[in-house]
Nanobody
Framework: QVQLVESGGGLVQPGGSLRLSCAAS????????MGWYRQAPGKQREQVAG???????NYAASVKGRFTISRDNAKNAVYLQMNSLKPEDTAVYYC??????????????WGEGTQVTVSS
């Protein structure tokens, strides 16, 4: 089995920055795509950013130019640098990954989430 653990969330003022980290552990052969999702109160979960193993990225229009996703394949980790944060960025942020386990079976995994609050 595979576990994903997020860290780096917290309270920040509008215009501030946070860096989220997600580390995968367990029975991992390799990791394909990784991404960040978020869910605000009363809203559906949405994809914020995604990155392939080769480094190709995509972003939600609402965060493009402000957020940067990156990964370290050697560490089985993915990061989300969030700059120029706005109150509407407030949400629980979830890490996701498509993982090939020891049996080479691809499965999607989710972290438990980390709270990001942008407020004065």
């Amino acid at each position: 089995q595979v576990q994903l653990v997020e860290s780096g969330g917290g309270l920040v003022q509008p215009g501030g920055s946070l860096r989220l980290s997600c580390a995968a552990s367990g029975s991992i052969f390799s990791i394909n795509t990784m991404g960040w999702y978020r869910q605000a109160p009363g809203k559906q979960r949405e994809q914020v950013a995604g990155i392939t193993r080769g480094g190709s990225t995509n972003y939600a229009a609402s965060v493009k130019g402000r957020f940067t996703i990156s990964r370290d394949n050697a560490k089985n980790a993915v990061y989300l640098q969030m700059n120029s944060l706005k109150p509407e960025d407030t949400a629980v942020y979830y890490c996701s990954a498509v993982v090939l386990d020891a049996g080479l079976v691809p499965r999607n995994y989710w972290g438990e989430g980390t709270q990001v609050t942008v407020s004065s």
